[in-house]
């Protein structure tokens, strides 16, 4: 028995202000496209089931485009004919009870089957049971549910647990109405076939369970995600749990650093060869204030014409710098101004726009003077 497990998809998710040649954000177009790369998986690998374990959308009320998109795709896997089950996550959970679950749009296809009513629900097949428990915001009632879900296991059948939640504290992602899987029922686990995990954005099995994994995001919701793979899970039941992980291509990550006290030196051997339609963060240390002035973002930014897009962020030089750095705080703004222009221009240059400079220095401070 094929089962192909994935999850966090994040639909409708957008990010960067970047539009693509159809005028879609780029990054909101990435994640249809890493989503689209699974279902033409399915189509080659043809599993027996097709398990989503939730946050399908980013948004409980995703965009019309997410929807249409899903709708799409969903259909295109009804027509496969493979079973397709899939939990609601906290991101497709409305969080009262005045907004109606997006996951219901899915309801009426023959092959579908979905769950979202923070309640235990069980999916059933001949050969296979699938026990899903989709986010809660109630833990208490989240217990029950465990309870409930660990009295339906079926000995006869092969049994799969399907949540969206951290197992333990260590698989929190810092967002609203987390649900943590409570310890002391962990020994549910060993009498499930597979648990299929969603919400931790990284692939890997939970601690010392080997039956129990997250299958991860399909792309990256943050850019403090630093992982540049991504995938879905393939799970064989044949004989003893078989567990492989199918890497899909995403847009990569790239993280440059330039070191600024060799600064022409370090931007004359930047390699930029890696970096092609790549999300590229610069990091400039060692700065000194002064060349924190003269560096310009748009500079650093031509080091990589072939990027998708560009971050730099900028870290000063510690220790004898910070002197300097408290240095130039102490001058008063026209002091440090002036400084800034002997450097760069000539005496005669200069003198004139001293004057210049002391003129509207002069103005600013007759405007902002509070005492008049
Ligand atoms: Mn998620």
Known sequence: MKILHFSDTHLGYSDLDILNDENINQREADFYDAFSQVIEQIKIIKPDYIIHTGDLFHRSSPSNRAITFALEQIKVIEE???????????????????????????????????????????????????????????????????EL?????????????????????????????????????????????????GHWHGFGHVGKHTNVYYSGSTERT??????????????????????????????????????????????????????????????????????????????????????????????????????EVNGVEALSLQEFFLEHLKQDSKTQEYDRLKDKVQELFAQYEEVTDDTL
């Open 222 to 323: 943050s850019l403090n995600d630093k992982r540049n793979s991504k995938g879905f899970v393939l799970i064989d039941l044949k004989n003893k749990l078989d567990v492989q992980y199918k890497e899909i291509k995403i847009r990569p990550i790239v993280l440059k650093e330039i070191h600024c006290e060799y600064y022409e030196n370090s931007i004359q051997n930047i390699d930029s060869t890696d970096t092609k339609d790549a999300i590229v963060e610069v990091r400039l240390t060692h700065l000194t204030a002064l060349q924190s002035i003269d560096i310009q973002n748009s500079e650093i930014k031509k080091l990589f014409p072939e990027a998708m897009s560009v971050s730099i962020k900028r870290e000063f030089k510690k220790g004898v710098n910070e002197a």
């Open 149 to 197: 879900c660990e009295k339906n296991i079926d000995k006869k059948k092969k049994n799969i647990m399907m949540m969206h939640c951290s197992v333990g504290a260590g698989y929190l992602m810092q967002e609203f109405g987390e649900w943590v899987y409570p310890r002391d029922k962990e020994y549910i686990f060993e009498m499930m076939d597979y648990v299929a995990l």
């Open 80 to 146: 496969l004919n493979i079973p397709f089950i899939l939990i609601a996550g906290n991101h497709s959970t409305p969080r009262t009870n005045l907004s109606s679950p997006i996951l219901k749009i899915f309801e009426n296809f023959k092959n579908i089957h979905v769950s979202y009513k923070q309640e235990y629900k069980k999916v059933l097949f001949d050969d296979v049971v699938f026990h899903t428990l989709p986010h809660m915001n109630d833990d208490s009632k989240a217990l029950q549910q465990i």
